[in-house]
């Protein structure tokens, strides 16, 4: 009920001073990443996380709209969701509310700032807030409050020598005492009990997870037997 309350709080807010058209701002994003029909990534992954040990991996990311991803990794790949799926259309699904909030500045660029709220109960996330660059008409942060894994962030950075509106890197950061990620990880992962006397009371360990992208292959035809074969292995 207290988070009912409070969402209702945000909307009351912001519904009255809104001077840009929040859903058009989403809407302009969307259709600029429409211009990617499908493509192929290289992915170097990195864990950075207190006691747990994961190795840098590499890994081939494939992409088809409207929401087809496939992963293929050497061993154990600890990658997020969101670090697959990075369309505007596959952060903002089905129905929600959004409000438009004010511009800021973030790290040099002029972005508008759009709180995103489900409609119903569709899912983790409660709340979401976006940092939208209407010039380049791309996402440069969301910052995301979900029912039971706490608040995370994905920063998002681009290549202007890249035509199409796809990340070079992703950071994607969280606290570790709020996500659903088990103290031991098999395969090639080490984890190591944290010790308690030196640890503040009360403290956050904060976890995050960088993903690099490199050599874009975009509109050049990613074949349906790539995730048909995933779904093969899945069942």
């Known amino acids: 009920m207290k988070l009912l309350i409070s969402l209702f709080l945000v909307l009351i807010q912001f519904g009255f001073a809104q001077s840009k058209d929040p859903n058009e701002i989403i809407n302009n994003v969307i259709s600029n990443f429409n211009k990617v029909n499908d493509y192929k990534v290289d992915v170097n992954i990195k864990v ?116 199409y509106p796809l990340p070079v890197k992703i950071v994607f950061a969280f606290n570790m005492d709020k996500m659903n990620i088990p103290a031991t990880i098999s395969g090639e992962t080490n984890s190591e009990k944290p010790d308690k006397k030196n640890k503040n009371a009360g403290s956050t360990t904060k976890g995050k997870v960088i993903v690099n992208y490199s050599n874009y292959l975009v509109n050049k035809g990613v074949p349906d037997s790539i995730f048909e074969e995933k779904n093969k292995k899945s069942n």
């Open 48 to 163: 950075d996380v207190e006691f747990i040990k994961v190795p840098e991996t590499k890994a081939k990311i494939y992409f088809k709209q409207p929401d087809k991803v496939h992963l293929e990794a050497e061993g154990f790949a600890m990658l997020p969701k969101n670090g697959m799926e990075f369309s505007p259309s596959s952060l903002i699904k089905k129905d929600y509310t959004a409000i438009y909030e004010q511009d800021v500045e973030l790290n040099g660029f002029k972005t508008s700032v759009v709180k995103v709220i489900p409609l119903g109960d569709q899912g983790e996330v409660i709340l979401s807030t976006y940092w939208i660059d209407q010039k380049k008409q791309v996402i440069r942060k969301v910052e995301s409050t979900t029912k039971t894994n706490g608040t995370f962030t994905i920063d998002f950075n681009y290549d202007d020598k890249i035509k």
